[in-house]
T-cell receptor, first 112, second 112 residues
C-alpha cells in the first residue's frame, strides 16, 4: 500500500456520460497530481494541485476538471465522455520538499 | 513534442545478466531524473533518482548513469532477477517545477 488511495479501481460507462474519480493523498502530502495513461502511451500529465490551489495544467481537455478539497483529497471530473477517454488515470502525491511522487494504483476507465 | 524518450518498447534479458534500460531527453531545463517501475494492475513505484550535479547514483542492484552532454541516462540492473520483470518509466523534472515528464516506458522481461 503506497498510502495514496484511488477509487474506484474500475469504471465502465457510456459515451456522453460524466464520471468522478477520487484520490486521497499520502498522509502529510500537500500536492496531488493527475496523470492519464492511454494504450501504448506514457504517463501524460493532466493537472497539479497544491494545498487546494491549482498549480499547473498539462494536456487536460476542457471536458475534464479537477479540484482539491480542504481535507486534501482530490477529484477528477470527466464529462461528455468519448471512447478515446478510455485509459488508466493515476493520482500521485508528493511532500512539500519535492523528491518525486508516490502513485496510487489507478482507476481504469472504460467508455463504451 | 516528446521531451523524454525511451526508444526500446521492450527488452528481454537472462536471469543473472545485466539489464540496461535507456532514456533520452530533449529539455535542457531538466535537472532531476527518476526511474519508476510498474507491475500490471499497480501504480508506478519509485526506483531510483539522480540529480544533474551527479553522473552516477547506486542503490543495491540498481545504478543510474547520467550523461548531460548527450542528454542521456541509463538504468543498469545487475544481476537481473525474474521479479524485475515490469515496465520501467524514465522521468525528468525541471528546476522549480513539481511536474514530472515521463517517457512511454520499456517493458523488461527477465527470463529464468
Amino acid at each position: 500500500d503506497s498510502g495514496v488511495t484511488q477509487t474506484p479501481k474500475h469504471l465502465i460507462t457510456a459515451t456522453g456520460q460524466r464520471v468522478t474519480l477520487r484520490c486521497s493523498p499520502r498522509s502529510g502530502d500537500l500536492s496531488v497530481y493527475w496523470y492519464q495513461q492511454s494504450l501504448d502511451q506514457g504517463l501524460q500529465f493532466l493537472i497539479h494541485y497544491y494545498n487546494g490551489e491549482e498549480r499547473a495544467k498539462g494536456n487536460i481537455l476542457e471536458r475534464f476538471s479537477a479540484q482539491q478539497f480542504p481535507d486534501l483529497h482530490s477529484e477528477l471530473n470527466l464529462s461528455s465522455l468519448e471512447l478515446g477517454d478510455s485509459a488508466l488515470y493515476f493520482c500521485a502525491s508528493s511532500a512539500q520538499g519535492f523528491d518525486g511522487y508516490t502513485f496510487g494504483s489507478g482507476t481504469r476507465l472504460t467508455v463504451v | 513534442d516528446q521531451q523524454v524518450k525511451q526508444n526500446s518498447p521492450s527488452l528481454s534479458v537472462q536471469e543473472g545478466r545485466i539489464s540496461i534500460l535507456n532514456c533520452d531527453y530533449t529539455n535542457s531545463m531538466f535537472d532531476y531524473f527518476l526511474w519508476y517501475k510498474k507491475y500490471p494492475a499497480e501504480g508506478p513505484t519509485f526506483l531510483i533518482s539522480i540529480s544533474s550535479i551527479k553522473d552516477k547514483n547506486e542503490d543495491g542492484r540498481f545504478t543510474v548513469f547520467l550523461n548531460k552532454s548527450a542528454k542521456h541516462l541509463s538504468l543498469h540492473i545487475v544481476p537481473s532477477q525474474p521479479g524485475d520483470s515490469a515496465v520501467y518509466f524514465c522521468a525528468g523534472n525541471g528546476a522549480g517545477s513539481y511536474q514530472l515528464t515521463f517517457g512511454k516506458g520499456t517493458k523488461l522481461s527477465v527470463i529464468p
